[in-house]
């Protein structure tokens, strides 16, 4: 899941939709004998992850992805 980004008012329901996200997949997956692979794209920098209960959106999900490019840019001295 992409969703930029959580509000605070967002940060009980981001976890939420996670989730409803893994329920629904896990009855198709007993469904149907696949297993479904659920992930959320995060910010980069802990300042950025106020919005996120991390603790309890982690057990929804297989893995969290970073988004790397906001690391570095133009803004940047290439050097860093």
Not at 21 to 30: G, H, I, K, M, P
Not at 35 to 60: E, R, S
């Amino acid at each position: 899941m992409d969703w930029e980004f959580p509000a605070s008012a967002d940060k009980q329901n981001f976890t939420l939709l996670l989730e409803e996200f893994r329920n629904q997949l896990d009855a198709l997956s007993t469904q149907t004998g696949k297993q479904y692979v659920l992930t959320f794209d995060g910010p980069a920098g802990a300042q950025n992850y106020t919005n996120i209960d991390l603790k309890n959106a982690a057990k929804q999900v297989d893995f969290i992805t970073i988004d790397g490019y906001n690391y570095a840019g133009s803004w940047g001295h290439g050097d860093q």
